[in-house]
């Protein structure tokens, strides 16, 4: 499974951004998708996920500002971010959980992307 984020940027507070994530691969066990972020000096922090079946779960800090959505047409995951604040600026990373036959799971990530808020 490679997964290819894009969408990332320098944007203005109070500004939006939408980030994508391209799925590809052998995908029909991937279970759940979802955006990380990582801020300097700050360990690796989920943002939001989304399942197979279209449940989602968001970091209170982005709750009704943030949203995740996946057109598993394509393959691919959104994150529209809303009412940006600089303290969001981090790499955000794409990740993608696989249901293994034994009944293990194994996360993929993608590169990244760089997201800068500012004031």
């Known amino acids: 499974v490679q997964l290819v984020e894009s969408g990332g940027g320098l944007v203005q507070a109070g500004g939006s951004l939408r980030l994508s994530c391209a799925a590809s691969g052998t995908l029909f066990s991937i279970n759940a998708m979802g955006w990380y972020r990582q801020a300097p000096g700050k360990q690796r922090e989920l943002v939001a996920a989304i399942t197979s079946g279209g449940s989602t779960n968001y970091a209170d800090s982005v709750k009704g500002r943030f949203a995740i959505s996946r057109d598993n047409a394509k393959n691919t995951v959104y994150l529209q971010m809303n009412s940006l604040k600089p303290e969001i600026t981090a790499v955000y990373y794409c990740?993608?959980?696989?249901?293994?036959?034994?009944?293990?799971?194994?996360?993929?990530w993608g590169q990244g992307t760089q997201v800068t808020v500012s004031s």
């Open positions: 990740n993608a959980i696989e249901d293994l036959s034994d009944h293990t799971r194994y996360a993929y």
